[in-house]
């Protein structure tokens, strides 16, 4: 068997819960961070708050025992191996993807992790969308 990951996934819309579940499916443990206390709480009780045909039972199955939920940041990156950022980039009217969010749960794990982490961004992020927050880019990848 593989290695367990100690994972904590920013973020528990679409993408993050369902990374969540999978990751948690697949053997690993899994803190589930939201900013959003209410949502926090109807997903500890079991309730996935989206339509995706598997989760109601993989989220029975996995939560409380390999996935957990908390509005704690700093808790739950500190205690984990890899981090992934799936928080919301909303449309803007130019439609542009609004990455503020990203920027500010990036800006939040770096000022309070204390150890190497692998830290993965996962929000919906056009190609070269990601401006600083990118290591790849024209210049870097030959194009």
Do not use: W
Not at 68 to 75: G, I, K, W
Not at 93 to 102: H, Q
Request: with cysteine; aromatic share 6%.
């Amino acid at each position: 068997m593989s290695k367990t990951v100690s994972i904590a996934v920013i973020g528990s819309g679409y993408v993050g819960l369902v990374a969540a579940v999978c990751f948690a499916e697949m053997g690993h443990d899994v803190t589930c961070v939201d900013n959003d206390e209410r949502k926090v709480v109807a997903l500890r009780n079991g309730d996935t708050l989206i339509h995706e045909e598997y989760l109601p039972a993989l989220l029975d199955q996995h939560r409380n025992v390999r996935v957990q939920f908390t509005t704690d940041l700093a808790e739950a990156t500190n205690k984990c191996d890899a981090i992934f950022i799936a928080v919301g980039t909303p449309q803007s009217d130019t439609g542009d993807a609004d990455l503020s969010y990203v920027e500010a749960v990036a800006s939040e794990i770096a000022r309070h992790i204390t150890s190497y982490k692998v830290i993965v961004e996962k929000s919906t992020v056009p190609v070269y969308g990601g401006g600083g927050l990118s290591a790849s880019g024209p210049d870097r990848c030959g194009g």
